[in-house]
């Protein structure tokens, strides 16, 4: 059976990719005069890298209705793999068009700055790559004493000062501005990405208050959060949100963290546990309670993955604080019968025993808490023999992640039965 999250992240990439840059080829091939024939494959190729980058800074924006669909992490893998391809094309048109003056300038100075930040991206914003790549992750680990997840976040901006040059750079283009179907394409569709992040930068935060900072472990903390009594937060059940301190300098950007407590039963109170592995996260600790939180979210798709699939067996695989989002998900599955992994490096790693000692009480609920990892032979014996009505979430590091996914798919577990959400942006 075909499921709405593949069907939905299939039309996605296929709207960026395909759909969204028709309209920009179909109007400037109609229009194109037969005198540049020789450059119109290289034209075409600078108006679909120019779409393809205009998709990328809407997804940027972190539209709720494409989260709740695809999810925040597919949504930032296209966007940086729409970011390369568009450099990518952004280089064959550069190599074959002629232009001269403030024309050639602005497109020089253009592509210069997509691929410093996109390298620049690469280490320190494509987690997808660094975990799969222990080069990288340890460059990146030596550089963020230098370059601080805010700094990181203002050099990610200048692909908004490049995406301008490139704007003036057609306009300056004589024979581009006579296209009229083309342009009113062109500037319909950057008025409104414009417009889009626009409202994502100056629309209202929920303002709330740190209420308590206690060390759970070492190097983790728990955050206690207290939101106002009117707040314009849509929380749900293994939701995260973006959590910015803007009275302190250096954590004023938003930095995203799961939800340990369950929305639906404390309206009013967010609890958050955090492990200190950026410049962010260790600061965290240092923080003396009362404190302004500005709170962003809900975001994540847990609950809506378990709500579309309705198993008759739910089986939950977590590693360390990747159980975080994973606890208020199970705290409102009351009825539905759970077989629930857990292991950590040391006992101290078992968060929230507490929790597993109350749901242990009910009677479809059974959990497997261990220091050190499962072996495939613990959990496969568990899984039940008809694969069908069965649906698996993991909440831990991408490796973890990945080790599982290979595991159950190749004994029986359809892919579009298991859900995973990375923090690896």
Do not use: C
């Not at 949504?75 to 064959?92: E, F, K, N, P, Q």
């Not at 050639?104 to 410093?116: H, K, M, P, Q, V």
């Not at 901006?157 to 057609?170: D, E, Y």
């Not at 242990?360 to 990892?373: E, N």
């Amino acid at each position: 059976m075909l499921k709405r999250h593949n069907y939905a992240l299939g039309l996605a990439w296929l709207g960026v990719f395909f759909l969204i840059p028709l309209p920009f080829i179909q109007t400037i091939a109609t229009g194109l005069p037969a005198i540049y024939n020789d450059e119109r494959l290289a034209i075409l190729y600078g108006t679909i890298a120019y779409s393809w980058m205009l998709a990328a800074i809407y997804l940027s924006t972190r539209p709720r209705w494409l989260d709740r669909l695809i999810g925040l992490p597919e949504m930032y893998m296209l966007h940086g793999i729409l970011s390369v391809a568009a450099i990518g094309l952004a280089y064959l048109h550069k190599t074959g068009t002629t232009s001269n003056g403030w024309t050639e300038r602005l497109g020089d100075w253009a592509f210069n700055l997509f691929l410093a930040v996109m390298l620049y991206s690469l280490i320190f914003l494509a987690g997808w790559l660094t975990s799969r790549l222990p080069v990288l992750a340890q460059i990146k680990t030596w550089l963020e004493k230098v370059f601080h997840h805010e700094l990181t976040i203002w050099v990610h901006r200048l692909n908004l000062v490049a995406t301008g040059f490139i704007f003036i750079h057609v306009l300056l283009i004589s024979y581009i501005r006579a296209i009229t179907p083309f342009m009113i394409v062109f500037m319909t569709a950057s008025i409104f990405v414009a417009a889009s992040y626009l409202w994502f930068k100056i629309q209202p935060k929920t303002d709330a208050q740190l209420v308590a900072n206690r060390t759970l472990a070492p190097t983790l903390q728990e955050l206690t959060i207290q939101l106002p009594a009117r707040n314009r937060l849509t929380l749900q059940a293994g939701d995260f949100v973006f959590l910015a301190f803007p009275d302190i300098p250096g954590m004023r950007e938003g930095h995203p963290f799961s939800i340990v407590n369950d929305p639906r039963q404390d309206h009013h109170q967010l609890r958050f546990a955090i492990r200190g592995d950026g410049d962010f996260t260790r600061r965290l600790a240092e923080i003396v309670p009362p404190q302004r939180v500005a709170v962003v979210g809900g975001f994540g798709r847990y609950l809506n993955f378990v709500t579309e699939q309705q198993p008759q067996q739910l089986v939950v695989i977590a590693g360390g604080t990747g159980v975080i989002p994973l606890l208020s998900l199970i705290a409102q599955q009351t009825t539905q019968a759970i077989t629930f992994f857990y292991n950590g490096h040391t006992a101290a790693n078992l968060l929230y025993p507490e929790l597993f000692a109350a749901w242990q009480k009910r009677p479809s609920f059974t959990a497997y808490r261990q220091v050190g990892r499962f072996s495939d032979d613990d959990i496969l014996h568990q899984l039940p023999a008809e694969r069908r009505g069965l649906a698996v979430v993991i909440g831990g590091p991408a490796a973890m992640a990945r080790h599982w996914i290979k595991v159950l798919t190749a004994n029986g577990v359809p892919r579009g039965q298991i859900y995973y959400e990375a923090f690896t942006w």
